[in-house]
């Protein structure tokens, strides 16, 4: 008895681009706040006050396990002393 091996193809690999993209962003989100908040000498904890919410909900963030809404964004931003930039830029190659 011989197997037969079919061609092995990707499936899916879309939906996993899409995801380590999600992923990467929200851990540079992440790194952007714990860089700020640690340059400010705050705590996670100050920040959180600061930001109206919680420790555990600022620490899930600056992991990278959160995805922040625009207003948290922005009270985050208020409560780092920093200003919120959020632009939308053409891809690299996309410009011609």
Known sequence: MTARHSRWERTGAEQHNAAYEEARAALLLGQMVYDR????GLTQGELAERAGM???QLSRLESGGATPTVPLLARLA???????????KPHRDAAA
């Open 37 to 40: 908040r640690t340059e400010l």
């Open 54 to 56: 919680t420790q555990p």
């Open 78 to 88: 208020a409560a780092l002393d920093a200003e919120l930039d959020i632009t939308f």
